[in-house]
């Protein structure tokens, strides 16, 4: 459930930051709205194919990979600057707050990043339908999963720190990130920038719906699996005529649409619900 929750809020903020500020104000209607499209299609069956879903994944990883290179590069002269800034003020602030609150202080960041583990999760999850050998095919997609989000999340950060982005209203950081770097491209008068930074901020939602869609995945199988134990109900592992767990479908659906309308999709809320789900699953997996 929180899978879907902050999965879908944090596509939404992606796409809407392209759109005027203005949007936002409905920001919790369209997310309510993909996520009732997101139930009644798995009600109908819905089958994840790698073929559909690989030019998303390609499409994100290129545009960012692209977007963090440039800007690092952009701003090379800066990095040994950063750097001996970052060690001064992490070495001042151990002094001040003591190593203790210092570790607090980065364990809440890292806890706060957890939406990037989205991917991670749903192979824990999932194991027992990936392509056998499970296992060795699981530690496989797991270290291409964690390389490329190092990658990504690792270098969206440090772009951060060299372009001092700050929050703006209306936008995430990644829109402000790509609008300071990109933004004010032309060719000929044709506002490339704009396109492209519609472009890589459409991938983001793209690929975060698409992480919302393994909630309804795993969710209904993992609820499965519980009821087979007895932990749940036994009709959550009954199939419909569509061989669809309906029951599950329906459970982790509504309960995503009460969460999202209690936390009225503020991510700054979700990510914390979300970090403590996902390590807790980890934990079990």
């Given at each position: 459930?929180?899978?879907?929750?902050?999965?879908?809020?944090?596509?939404?903020?992606?796409?809407?930051?392209?759109?005027?500020?203005?949007?936002?104000?409905?920001?919790?209607?369209?997310?309510?709205?993909?996520?009732?499209?997101?139930?009644?299609?798995?009600?109908?069956?819905?089958?994840?194919?790698?073929?559909?879903?690989?030019?998303?994944?390609?499409?994100?990883?290129?545009?960012?990979?692209?977007?963090?290179?440039?800007?690092?590069?952009?701003?090379?002269?800066?990095?040994?600057?950063?750097?001996?800034?970052?060690?001064?003020?992490?070495?001042?602030?151990?002094?001040?707050?003591?190593?203790?609150?210092?570790?607090?202080?980065?364990?809440?960041?890292?806890?706060?990043?957890?939406?990037?583990?989205?991917?991670?999760?749903?192979?824990?999850?999932?194991?027992?339908?990936?392509?056998?050998?499970?296992?060795?095919?699981?530690?496989?997609?797991?270290?291409?999963?964690?390389?490329?989000?190092?990658?990504?999340?690792?270098?969206?950060?440090?772009?951060?720190?060299?372009?001092?982005?700050?929050?703006?209203?209306?936008?995430?950081?990644?829109?402000?990130?790509?609008?300071?770097?990109?933004?004010?491209?032309?060719?000929?008068?044709?506002?490339?920038?704009?396109?492209?930074?519609?472009?890589?901020?459409?991938?983001?939602?793209?690929?975060?719906?698409?992480?919302?869609?393994?909630?309804?995945?795993?969710?209904?199988?993992?609820?499965?699996?519980?009821?087979?134990?007895s932990w749940v109900p036994n009709r959550f592992k009954h199939l419909s005529e569509r061989l669809v767990v309906q029951n599950g479908i329906l459970f982790m659906g509504l309960a995503s649409v009460l969460i999202l309308i209690f936390t009225r999709g503020s991510v700054q809320v979700l990510i914390i619900m979300y970090s403590i789900n996902v390590f807790i699953t980890f934990s079990l997996s």
């Amino acid at each position: 459930m929180p899978t879907i929750s902050i999965s879908l809020s944090s596509g939404v903020e992606a796409v809407l930051s392209f759109l005027p500020a203005s949007y936002f104000r409905h920001k919790l209607s369209f997310i309510l709205l993909i996520t009732a499209i997101l139930i009644l299609l798995n009600l109908r069956g819905v089958k994840e194919s790698v073929a559909t879903l690989t030019p998303i994944f390609v499409l994100f990883f290129i545009c960012h990979a692209a977007v963090i290179l440039y800007g690092i590069f952009s701003h090379v002269s800066a990095t040994p600057t950063l750097f001996i800034d970052t060690i001064r003020e992490t070495r001042q602030g151990i002094r001040q707050l003591g190593f203790g609150t210092m570790a607090f202080l980065l364990l809440r960041g890292y806890g706060m990043g957890a939406g990037t583990y989205t991917g991670i999760k749903a192979v824990s999850n999932g194991l027992q339908i990936l392509r056998p050998p499970q296992v060795k095919t699981g530690k496989k997609t797991m270290a291409m999963m964690a390389a490329s989000l190092a990658f990504t999340a690792g270098g969206l950060l440090l772009c951060y720190l060299l372009t001092d982005v700050q929050h703006v209203a209306g936008k995430t950081l990644n829109a402000s990130l790509i609008q300071n770097l990109i933004g004010n491209w032309t060719i000929g008068g044709f506002p490339l920038g704009v396109w492209l930074l519609g472009l890589l901020l459409l991938s983001e939602g793209a690929i975060l719906f698409v992480a919302a869609q393994t909630g309804f995945i795993d969710g209904p199988r993992v609820l499965g699996n519980m009821a087979i134990d007895s932990w749940v109900p036994n009709r959550f592992k009954h199939l419909s005529e569509r061989l669809v767990v309906q029951n599950g479908i329906l459970f982790m659906g509504l309960a995503s649409v009460l969460i999202l309308i209690f936390t009225r999709g503020s991510v700054q809320v979700l990510i914390i619900m979300y970090s403590i789900n996902v390590f807790i699953t980890f934990s079990l997996s």
